[in-house]
């Protein structure tokens, strides 16, 4: 099974900027969707932004034009810059990847998922 790992969480303070990466551990499905998600204590997991093989991506409303998402096929890495952060946006952040397209970032169809990384943003 493919591992996941995140790094690039940390602190920072309202309108201030993050860079998230994950790297996997092998190569992938030939067609697939990465993606990023959110989790705090007590609430579900949900869809920040995703990305298809073939470069379609998606994103939650919330973050729609102050996230990016992107990857590095020579190094099996995605990221996710994130610019003018909200208190909001404070959370655990996690990779995933699953076959075949993105699904809407539902949770429940990603089968590889990273440990996470703590972002939290002070106002």
């Known amino acids: 099974q493919v591992q996941l790992e995140e790094s690039g969480g940390g602190s920072v303070q309202a309108g201030g900027s993050l860079r998230l990466s994950c790297t996997a551990s092998?190569?992938?499905?030939?067609?697939?969707?990465m993606g990023w998600f959110r989790q705090d204590p007590g609430n579900e997991r949900e869809g920040v932004a995703g990305?298809?093989?073939?470069?379609?991506?998606v994103y939650a409303d919330s973050v729609k034009g102050r996230f990016t998402i992107s990857r590095d096929h020579a190094k099996n890495t995605l990221h996710l810059e994130m610019n003018s952060l909200k208190p909001e946006d404070t959370s655990m952040y996690y990779c995933a990847l699953k076959g075949g397209g993105c699904d809407s970032l539902d949770t429940k169809r990603f089968p590889n998922w990273g440990q996470g990384t703590q972002v939290t943003v002070s106002s």
């Open positions: 092998e190569d992938y499905y030939p067609y697939y969707c």
């Open positions: 990305i298809e093989s073939d470069g379609i991506q």
